[in-house]
């Protein structure tokens, strides 16, 4: 049976207690008594084995056994604790008090040699009798050795009547302190009992629940302490109920809180989002000038929500200082001080005597919602808590619209990076060519040739080489050797000394000696006399020259660009430019080429100037009419870009509408007749003759990029008469 009750589990554990210390020490002194009745017993075996071995060694020794038996049995009459004596000497038994003669397990069970102490052994009969075999050297083993066995039956039972006895006592005891206990643990238990019972009524429901407290010792102290703890849970759980009330009205606030945000989590812009915020805003505050204020991941870029419009800031200096306004704000803030002006938040801003400050979840995102709040504000703390409340939980998603605002921005710049290389503008294969050329070698001083025809872009090209290159922040030296006449070429190329020449009233420097450090441009390097090329092939080589009329060597460290529309190598043959400069010059060729065979980018270039020219002349163009677009793609433009950009500008400044329509463009387009369209098959081929060149000749890689097989593409070859190997040049 299990015991419940405190009593029981008591008096259990007092009577378990006197047991045990009853039964330890009965043990200990048993053990005492026990070891004290044991040496006792050893002195009586070793004197009366010692004065029987002295009687019996002059019998031995006068060999007189029938004296030595006498005495033997003298001696186990005498002494009713002996068992048995017997003399041994040298295997044989001179005398013995057996009966029926000594056992023969006896004669092995103790022994002792010549010259070795007496030894005490304990043995056992076979009728369960024990006894303590002594075995003692007669005249030190000469005379043999005497054999004593004392019983330990009266030592035993001494023993045992020590336990009953202490038993007896200790059972004795038990019933004291059982009836000790009683009294005791009723007394300590009754007060417990009362806890009990209020603690029971508790449970039950019933309220104003006491235990009376009596006396001043722990029982009672604990009485008091229930009473009090009682009076403190009432006191709770009346405040639980107030609480209860309020977080339902919280609850509430909370659902309307995520109704917010779940209408927000389905868009993706940062004015949409901005706009419901702000809307929730100002239907809580009732004030009418609101501004959402946030940073992207990098803070390298600010963006202001307020009404319908989001602004874009990425100068470092006032997101730095957007950064230190908010860095100190973590809860609420209300500041007298203008913390933002414009072109951040509006005029009406600095119009109100204070700021309110609503930070944002910085987990998710940095930045903050500003109240322009007037000097009669009414608002209610609660409530603008809780829109804060809100905009904490939206900074997830304001922090999605900063990312898809981020990609945004990307993409575009990935787009309109695609669509030019720095002031070079088009996305035809033939120009990316171009480009990559441009990346490869503007980081070295190499001297490039760039050939084209007039009006494909020349001095871009060379001005984005020189912009990419480590002399991007030294000069870029123009000359238009074509502009000037011989007899001043030389003048403006190298520079000349006082009094060189007719005119010449002061020391010029020369452009070589301006774009020291930096890169020179020779812009028609073929219109170039002989006499010059000279001179410039020199500097080529050694980067020394002297000044027109002057004797000193100057040095310079420049970058030289050349560029024509001739062909310079039809020209050496003709001997109207020097071979060894030609081939000075043509270290890295560069051909650009003719608009008429990137038509591709004239759409490109149409809305690039369009949007120049309407800016310049303030029309409000804003487009191209298709039926315009398509005269622009059908003629053959002989003057290239230059040409192309005059014509925009001409037609922006005739349009009258909202875009440029064809009878806005100039005479020569509305004389051109329709060019037929290429036959499917036409275009086939071109296209297959395009991506083969693209691809260097290599099939396999021209039928990945077609998306068909090679056998496919063999036999569109054969069809279109295409041969399979890449031509010839000479």
Not at 208 to 224: C, P, Y
Not at 627 to 633: F, H, I, P, S
Not at 648 to 660: F, P, R, T, Y
Request: aromatic share 6%; net charge neutral.
């Amino acid at each position: 049976m299990r015991l419940r009750s405190l009593k029981a589990k008591l008096l259990l554990a007092v009577s378990a207690l006197v047991i045990m210390s009853g039964i330890i020490i009965a043990l200990l002194v048993t053990r005492q008594y026990s070891a004290a009745l044991r040496k006792a017993m050893v002195g009586q075996v070793e004197n009366a084995a010692q004065t029987i071995a002295l009687d019996a060694a002059d019998k031995i020794l006068v060999n007189d056994l029938v004296t030595l038996q006498r005495m033997l049995d003298q001696q186990i009459q005498s002494n009713k604790a002996f068992g048995y004596i017997l003399i041994v000497r040298d295997g044989r038994v001179l005398a013995h008090t057996f009966e029926h003669g000594v056992p023969g397990e006896l004669l092995g069970a103790n022994d002792t040699i010549a010259g070795e102490r007496p030894r005490l052994r304990e043995i056992v009969s076979q009728k369960g009798e024990y006894y303590l075999d002594a075995a003692w050297p007669i005249f030190g083993g000469k005379a043999g050795v005497l054999r004593l066995g004392y019983s330990e039956s009266q030592y035993r039972h001494q023993v045992n009547q020590l336990w009953a006895e202490i038993g007896l006592f200790t059972l004795g005891i038990l019933l004291i302190a059982a009836i000790g206990s009683l009294f005791f643990v009723r007394r300590i238990t009754r007060p417990l009992a009362a806890l009990v019972k209020a603690t029971q009524a508790i449970d039950r429901g019933e309220a104003n629940v006491r235990v009376a407290v009596q006396g001043d010792d722990e029982i009672t102290a604990l009485a008091s302490s229930f009473n009090h703890m009682v009076s403190r849970q009432e006191e709770y759980t009346r405040r639980l109920e107030e609480q209860a009330s309020e977080l339902e009205r919280a609850h509430s606030q909370t659902v309307a809180a995520c109704q917010v945000v779940r209408e927000i989590s389905g868009l993706r812009t940062l004015q949409e989002m901005g706009g419901i915020l702000l809307g929730r805003l100002r239907d809580t505050v009732r004030c009418g000038h609101l501004a959402l204020i946030v940073l992207d991941a990098p803070r390298d870029l600010l963006f202001v929500v307020s009404g319908a419009e989001v602004k874009k800031f990425s100068d470092s200096n006032l997101i730095q200082q957007v950064q230190e306004h908010l860095d100190g704000i973590r809860k609420i803030t209300f500041s007298r001080k203008k913390l933002f002006k414009p072109p951040l938040v509006s005029e009406e801003f600095l119009a109100t005597e204070r700021q309110a400050l609503l930070p944002l979840d910085r987990d998710h995102v940095f930045g903050a919602a500003v109240i322009a709040c007037p000097g009669n504000c009414d608002c209610n703390m609660e409530e603008i808590q809780r829109v804060g409340m809100i905009l904490n939980q939206a900074a997830g998603a304001l922090k999605r619209a900063l990312q898809y605002e981020e990609e945004q921005d990307a993409l575009k710049a990935q787009v309109e990076q695609g669509q030019g290389f720095g002031e070079l503008i088009g996305k035809d294969p033939k120009m990316r060519v171009i480009y990559k050329l441009i990346e490869d070698v503007a980081p070295s001083d190499a001297t490039i040739l760039i050939q084209g025809e007039s009006g494909t872009g020349k001095e871009l090209v060379a001005r984005a080489i020189h912009l990419h290159s480590p002399r991007r922040d030294a000069p870029f030296v123009v000359i238009n050797c074509s502009a000037y006449p011989v007899t001043l070429l030389e003048s403006e190329l190298f520079g000349h000394e006082k009094g060189a020449f007719t005119g010449a009233l002061r020391q010029k420097a020369g452009r070589f000696e301006q774009a020291d450090g930096g890169t020179v441009f020779l812009d028609e390097v073929g219109d170039i006399p002989l006499p010059a090329q000279i001179k410039l092939l020199r500097v080529l080589q050694t980067r020394k020259f002297e000044r027109v009329g002057g004797e000193a060597t100057l040095t310079v460290d420049v970058r030289i660009l050349a560029a024509t529309h001739k062909d310079l190598m039809q020209e050496v043959k003709n001997g109207a430019f020097r071979e060894d400069l030609f081939y000075r010059l043509n270290v890295i060729p560069l051909l650009l080429p003719p608009l008429r065979d990137r038509k591709n980018d004239i759409p490109l270039l149409v809305e690039h100037f369009l949007k120049l020219f309407a800016t310049a002349k303030g029309k409000g163009v804003q487009g191209i009419s298709s039926e315009a677009l398509r005269l622009l793609l059908d003629y053959s433009w002989p003057g290239n870009v230059r040409e192309l950009e005059n014509t925009i500008e001409h037609a922006v400044v005739l349009a009258k509408a909202g875009q440029v329509e064809a009878w806005d463009l100039p005479s020569v387009f509305q004389t051109i007749s329709p060019v037929a369209s290429p036959t499917l098959a036409q275009q086939e081929g071109k296209t297959l003759r395009q991506i083969l060149e693209e691809c260097g000749w290599n099939k396999k890689l021209a039928a990945q990029r077609l998306g068909i097989s090679r056998s496919t593409l063999y036999l569109m070859l054969k069809r279109h008469k295409i041969s399979g190997s890449k031509p010839a040049t000479h």
